[in-house]
Structures are given as C-alpha cells and as structure tokens.
C-alpha cells in the first residue's frame, strides 16, 4: 500500500502533462490527501518539454521536492530517457505508446504502454491524450478514486472550457474499453 | 470555514491581500512572478480595486509611495532584479514613513541571472539597497497556508509602524500549488474613514488647524538626526515585537540547521532521513530575517556541537546567524546557487560528512 506518490509527469509543451500533474493534485486534495504541485517553468511552451512533480500523501508534506519517484508519466521520448532512472524498483512507469517507440530500458518496473493519442483520436477528441493517460494512471494504481478526479476535471473544464467535460470524462474512462 | 482550496503560489498571495482589504497593487511583469500581476489586474477591479500595470520597477514604487501618503493599503510585486531597481524609493518610503507592503518572489542572480529559485536575495532584502539608515522588516514564509496569512496580516503591521514592510518568498513557492484555506474577507478601509485611521495621511486639510507634509528630505542636519532617531526607535520596537522562528528538536540536536522558506521543507526531510542513520537534529526556521530571532540560538544546549544553514545562495544568512551564535558552535554552510534546487539526499550526504568531523 503506497501512501505517499511521488509523481512526475512529463512531456512536450502542448500535450498537456501540468494538466495530469494538477488533476492528480486536485483529486488528491477531494480526498483530504495531503499534496503539492510544481510545475518546471521558464522557456517551456509548445513544442517544447514541460514537466511537473506532484505529491499526494496521507501523511504531511514536508518537502514538495523529490529525491526518487514511484510513478512516471512519459508523454515523448525525452521525458522517457530523462526521468526513467529516477523511479523506485518495483513502482510505475506509464508511457505514451503513440509517440514513444522505443521499449524502456529498466526491466525492474510495473511498465504500462498507452496508446494515449490513438485512443484519443477514436473518441474523435485527439487534444485529450492527456485525459486518456491520466485515467489509464489512476485505474491501473488505484492511486485515486475516479469520481475524484471526475470532480477534478470539473473544476478545470467550466466556464467557457464547459463543453469539453463529458469529452474529458469519456476520455478518463478510454483506456481498456 | 475550513474549506481548502487549491492554488498557486502567486495567485494566493494576490488574494491574500485582497481578503486583507487592500485595494491598489501596482506591479510590472516579471518570472517568476507574473501570474500574480496576472490575478491582480483580473480580481482587483472586481473588487472595486485598482490595478496599475507601472512602465517600470521604478514607476511601481513611486506609484506605490503616492498611493500610500494618501492613505491607500497597497502592495507591490516583483522579483529579485526587479526590487533591485526599486530600492531607492524603500529609502524613501522609510525616510517619510510610508506603508508600503512588498513581494519578492525571488529569483537566482547575480545580474539578470535566470527564473529558477534562489535564496540569494538575502543581503538585498535585510540590508537593502537603498541610500541611508532605513530598515523594513523581512518575512520568510514556508509554506502556501504561511505565506497567506503572512501577506494577509501584513498590512496591518506596515499601517501599526508606518513603514514598508516585505515579504520574501522564492520562485518555488510562487510557481507551485499546495492547499490553502484562505482567510476571512476584510472590507477594505473607506475612503472617508482614512483621515481618521490615518491621520498623517495627505487627504486635504479639512478644518484641520496645520496640514500634514510628508516629505523625506530633512533641510538640517539637527532634523534629520533627530528624524534618524524617532525612525530608530520604530525599529527597535520591530526588534522587540516581531522577530518569530520555529523551533524544531533543538534542544537534543548535535546538528542544528537553520533554513528559511523552501530551503527549510528540504530540511525537513533531510532531518527524518539523518534520523534514520544516527543523526540527532533540529531546525530552526527564521519566519523573519529582519529582524533576525536571535533569542532562537540561545535555546541551543550543550549537546549541539555545529550549526549548519541551509541556503539557495552562496551563503548569506550565515552572517546573521554567526552574529546570533556569537562564538559558541562552528558555524557551516551547506548550499546549493545559480537556481539548483538540492534533494533532501544531497543534503543529507553533505550533512553526515560534516558531523563525522565534530563527534
């Protein structure tokens, strides 16, 4: 049982990895979880790579920075290269197969392949890969309770950005359907 | 009224002060400080506030020394070369006793230097920049829930000594989300109610028998002095009441750090890791840095055998706390500049290789 996850998410500028890191924060937070959330920052825009580090725990956070990881999200290669030799042995590595076709090289880790922007395109919502992974992460952890980050995304997806919820929430569901 | 919101650093200090009745910010845009000029010149007019976008760092402080003479709560923002360019009107705003309540969300220098984190704007916010004998008291908040109720209560303190007060967070704190609960919304102080709140503020003279001038500029050396000393006073009172450190495990410590802000939640960690391998030690987490809480050291026993501070900068809290130690540990740095976060491993590695020279 993992009570605190140590999480990066990582990927190019545009795909929408700081979304993954805050939805988790955000879930984390509706379950009364302790968490924190960094974003890299600075010359990071699209096309670019951009990565986040989130915490969710049940006990208190003292630091929001991470020695190790016991989960990562690659959403290119880059971020693949770059941060598979910081995860725990044994924790999770979930990586998005669409763009990724190189295998990892740890052989030590519980590895997911997702087809993130396949299954995306299919639900004819090609920008929510991200969504895609992220309920890929959380049902193969069990790290969070969906309705939670159902919720979460609610609280990203109003306003003007309302009609793209139930997209969004059939895209936390896409992946193993 | 517990209910936790999640929010960026930036955007909780803007509604910090909002919620504190502040109603003028001034600001120009700088990382990695932005999305708090960002939240100011969306929220503000919401709340009947005003926002002003200055041209430049020394627009921001000039505009911010008007607002405050004539009564206004305000808070300016920036980061590390920006309240460089700034510091001539502290000067100013201490000679003539003007409130003023300013941020630093600080970058790594020297120079234009870059956006990661650094503590390196030390010496900058203690000692300042500016021209003369001035002081402005400097508060380190740790975590998001600190560094609202810091900013929140900070108005009341700048208003209580007329005089600037600022607040030091690093761009770590800024940039990331962590649960607030926010505080109770403060109505902000009505316009006719500042001549009496305030009555050296310049708001016409009214039937008022003088009127008020405010000016820092003394035209003999018998005013100034004598001005120099009414303002030393204040700042003896800011010693006596507002020095404030947390104080963790240091009576049984062989190993005391000291670290501020985001240093000290590393530190933190760090203290659970050395525990783990035979290490007793404590922290003590300056919530001010000027006044600096000297009074913290002297609770240090007879088993301590180093002081360590932690700093994102090559060292400049240590002088503050070589003076508050006054000789009685070895005193060493442990550090990382330039914008490099160190890992509670890194520091824990350094840590026990240190202690191994003094057991």
Redesign the interface.
Known sequence: MITTWKTIVAGFGGQGVLTIG?ML??AG?IEDK??????S??AEMRGGTANCTTIVSDHPI??????SANLVVAMNLQSLVKFEAMIDTGMYLFYNSSVIKTEPTRNDLQIFPIPANEQASELGAPRSANIVMLGAVIRRTNMLQLDSVESALSKEFYGSKASLLSKNIEALYAFEQ | MTR?V?MKGNEAFGEAAIRAGCRFYVGYPI??QNELVEYMSRELPEHGGTFIQSESELATINIAYGIGVAGGDCLISSSSPGIALMQEGFSFACMAEVPIVILNVSRSGPGIGG??PGQSDYFQMTRGGGNGDYRIPVFTPATMQEAVNTIYGSFEIANRYRNPVSIMVD??MG?????VVLPEAKAPLAEERIAAEKPWALVGRGTKPTRNVIKAYAPNTTILETQVLRLFKKYESMEAELPEAVLTDVEDAEMVFVAYG?AA??V??VM?ILKERGIRTGLIRPKTVWPFPNGAFDRLGERTKIVVSVELSMGQMIDDIERAVRGRYPVRLINRAGGI?P???EISRIAEEMIGAYR
């Open positions: 805050r924060a955000y937070m302790e968490v924190t959330f960094i974003p920052y600075g003292s630091s929001p920075v991470i020695n | 936790k999640l990382t990695p956006i990661q761009g770590m940039q990331m989300m962590e649960p985001s939640r590393i933190a960690e659970t976060i890992t509670s491993e």
